[in-house]
């Protein structure tokens, strides 16, 4: 008998093989489906705090209308039940203020947005009121009214700070993270590629002049990179006035690193304010905020050439940032 079983398995060895993996393979099986399982507790405990956050703590009710809340809890609470599949994630949350917009949520005001390489939900302003074409814009950075200290040190800026229902920078690291976000369609057209989003900087100065300057293309480098950025691209209506790209090609500096290019000064510890410096400035807008009716000037929120868009140069009362994505099929 033992023989013949040496003969199955010599002619057979496939078998044999199979049989000694298999305890192994099927160890790995239940690890993966423990790791699911853990995964989606936790992630249905995130939604059910976000529901909290929204529905009772007053701190996040910046969402205009109970409809809009009703609506993004739902559609939050639904992507928990699908995230996972057979070990592999794909998301179905919303990954920015554009796809908000789109699923008709069309009122101004605080919304999670998910991180798909943090695999985490962060807090945005979403701006669907701007006067554009284009609606469901991500702020990413913005100032109104001097509450928030901006002279602060790489850390703050890689993490973020500030409230983004009023004053606040959503993070280096964050901003990095959004402006790479893509979405994928699972029809058999191909997947539906976000482009690198457009970016418009939203200005106003103390006389009321107001101006959105629009770039068609923001890049963002990594970390390793000292988050170096690259704008173009800037709107034919302002193309006579402004700097075609005044941030761009530059490494981001604080008053603690010092990653400009002028070696006999260091731009962000003399401006009192962190930004892509290069020798020094065109524009900053994390300066000093100004006083009522100032003059602008480069010791605090900056925007190059205003004087021409404005002759008194009156300094910046408001300045944001924000993202806008486009989508083309692939």
């Known amino acids: 008998m033992m023989l013949l079983l040496k003969e199955i398995l010599l002619q057979y060895g496939w078998i044999y093989y199979y049989l000694l993996l298999l305890p192994f393979h099927l160890t790995h099986c239940q690890a993966v489906d423990s790791q699911a399982e853990n995964l989606l507790k936790q992630i249905n405990k995130v939604s059910e705090s976000l529901k909290r956050l929204h529905l009772v703590n007053g701190k996040f009710c910046h969402l205009q209308s109970r409809q809009d809340q009703q609506k993004l809890l739902k559609n939050l609470l639904e992507s928990t039940t699908s995230q996972y599949y057979l070990g592999y994630s794909y998301d179905t949350s919303y990954e920015e203020c554009t796809s908000i917009y789109a699923s008709g949520s069309t009122s101004s005001g605080i919304y999670p947005i998910w991180l798909k390489e943090r695999f985490q939900f962060t807090y945005v302003y979403c701006d669907m009121d701007l006067v554009s074409t284009q609606k469901g814009w991500t702020t990413i950075q913005r100032r109104m009214n001097g509450e928030v200290n901006f002279e602060r040190g790489w850390d703050d800026y890689v993490r973020g700070f500030g409230n983004p229902s009023s004053e606040h920078w959503l993070g280096l690291e964050n901003i990095y993270r959004v402006s790479r ?25 103390w006389d009321g002049m107001k101006a959105f300057v629009q770039y068609t293309y923001f890049r963002l480098k990594s970390k390793a990179r000292n988050y170096e950025l690259d704008v173009n691209g800037l709107d034919e209506a302002f193309k006579n006035i402004f700097s075609m790209a005044p941030i761009s090609g530059f490494e981001f500096s604080t008053p603690d690193r010092d990653n400009d ?46 004087q021409l868009f404005n002759p008194n140069n009156t300094a910046l009362r408001f300045a944001s940032i924000k993202f806008y994505y486009s989508r083309d099929e692939s």
């Open 261 to 306: 290019e002028n070696n006999q000064s260091h731009c962000a510890s003399k401006y009192k304010s962190s930004w892509w410096f290069h020798y020094c400035l065109e524009t900053h807008l994390n300066g000093p905020y100004p006083r009522y009716k100032q003059p602008m000037t480069r010791k605090n929120i900056y925007w190059g050439r205003w």
């Open 181 to 205: 976000q893509t979405r994928f369609s699972i029809n058999i057209l191909g997947p539906i590629n976000i482009k690198l989003p457009k970016v418009g900087f939203d200005l106003e100065d």
